[in-house]
């Protein structure tokens, strides 16, 4: 009889905040060549990111994880494996976490299910758009891994939602208490990537950043346009909070120097706001369904300095998705459908 599982896949962290653990984590995370994927020279790429990258960037990053480590350890794995606890408890399929770097890792929680008997997995990357950096990467990673410890074992994917009337629901409870709360201005708050990603997954390599207000207009590039995808989600987060259009704008953080990346950029857009008078600010970050470094240190701790160094008031993040009521029965209500399609 088929044997049936979940698998959440989420970025990872270091199992410490300490130097060598976090030099592990980036030297993975690092040299993936569709994170990392300039130079094309394998040998050369190497050589910038283990001989430059990770040794200038491995003790700032090590001091940033401190500042948000817990006594429980990493935000984003614990807040991860609650979200696990919770769905798991709404379901009656297992329900398994791995991280695309660190621990727990893929092969890992593989050789756990294969051990267990499942012959049917449903991937599900918590990622609410495609970026070849991110829902790709970790569904090429799990693919590559099942193909050498399970051959035999039948695997899904489940799409980015980022459009899901469910998920921009719940997206909209979690903001709503925040939302209600006196503010000037909200700022949406993704994930940069370098332009090139977007040209580069852009199939007909004649429309992503080349036609007028490409993200709206259609086409078969917005399929893996991450851009055009966190721009619906804005929209339709915007439409269903019933957002003043003049009261809301959207930009980019997380950049690397070296190329154009995505802009506006979040850090000179708060400073930007706070001069022209908006002295009290809200920022979601959509672009992560839990929170992590990017969000707790880069945008609640930094973010804010920024904001009131240049003459902001008040700053609130919005905290991401995490272990929601309202996510959790988002995430629930999608396994059950993919359950009920192999159960017809």
């Given at each position: 009889?088929?044997?049936s599982?979940?698998?959440l896949?989420n970025?990872?962290s270091?199992d410490?905040?300490s130097?060598p653990d ?13 994170v990392i ?6 040998f050369l790429?190497?050589?910038?990111v283990n001989?430059?990258?990770?040794p ?8 940033a994880?401190?500042t948000i ?6 935000p984003?794995?614990?807040?991860s494996k609650?979200?696990?606890s ?6 009656d399929?297992?329900?398994e976490l791995?991280?695309?770097y660190?621990?727990p890792s ?13 012959d049917r ?7 609410p758009?495609?970026?070849m950096s991110s829902?790709?990467?970790v569904?090429v990673?799990?693919?590559r ?5 399970a051959?035999q ?8 939602f980022?459009a899901?009337p469910?998920?921009?629901?719940a ?6 208490p ?5 503010h000037?201005?909200?700022?949406f708050?993704?994930?940069?990537i370098?332009?090139?990603h977007?040209?580069k ?6 429309h992503?950043l080349?036609?007028?207000?490409c993200?709206t207009?259609?086409?078969p ?8 995808q966190l ?8 439409a269903?909070?019933g957002?003043?259009?003049?009261r809301?704008s959207?930009?980019f ?13 979040t ?5 930007r706001?706070?001069?022209?008078g908006?002295?009290r600010l ?5 672009a992560?369904v ?7 240190e ?7 300095e ?14 991401c ?5 309202a996510?959790?029965?988002f995430?629930a209500?999608?396994v ?6 192999g159960?017809?």
């Amino acid at each position: 009889m088929s044997k049936s599982a979940v698998l959440l896949l989420n970025l990872g962290s270091p199992d410490s905040a300490s130097v060598p653990d976090v030099k592990r984590y980036l030297r993975e995370f690092l040299n993936d060549g569709r994170v990392i994927d300039k130079p094309d020279n394998g040998f050369l790429r190497s050589l910038l990111v283990n001989g430059i990258i990770i040794p200038f960037r491995a003790k700032n990053s090590a001091h940033a994880y401190s500042t948000i480590w817990s006594a429980e350890g990493s935000p984003l794995v614990v807040t991860s494996k609650r979200a696990q606890s919770l769905l798991a408890g709404k379901l009656d399929v297992p329900v398994e976490l791995a991280m695309n770097y660190g621990n727990p890792s893929i092969p890992e929680v593989l050789r756990r299910l294969v051990a267990a008997g499942v012959d049917r997995l449903l991937l599900f990357p918590q990622y609410p758009h495609y970026a070849m950096s991110s829902w790709e990467t970790v569904v090429v990673k799990v693919y590559r891994e099942a193909a050498k410890l399970a051959p035999q074992m039948k695997i899904e994917v489940e799409q980015p939602f980022f459009a899901d009337p469910d998920y921009i629901d719940a997206l909209v409870a979690s903001a709503k208490p925040y939302l209600a709360q006196p503010h000037d201005h909200l700022l949406f708050s993704y994930h940069s990537i370098p332009q090139r990603h977007l040209r580069k997954g852009d199939p007909s390599h004649a429309h992503c950043l080349t036609v007028p207000d490409c993200c709206t207009t259609c086409s078969p590039a917005h399929a893996t346009c991450y851009k055009a995808q966190l721009t619906r989600t804005t929209h339709l987060f915007a439409a269903r909070a019933g957002l003043d259009p003049a009261r809301w704008s959207l930009a980019f953080q997380s950049r690397i120097v070296g190329e154009p990346w995505l802009t506006p950029y979040t850090d000179f857009e708060m400073k930007r706001l706070a001069r022209e008078g908006r002295k009290r600010l809200l920022v979601i970050t959509p672009a992560f369904v839990t929170d992590c470094l990017e969000t707790l240190e880069e945008i609640r701790v930094r973010g804010a300095e920024d904001f009131k160094e240049a003459g902001g008031e008040s700053f609130t993040h919005i905290p991401c998705l995490n272990d929601h009521a309202a996510f959790i029965d988002f995430l629930a209500k999608r396994v059950r459908l993919w359950l009920d399609a192999g159960r017809a």
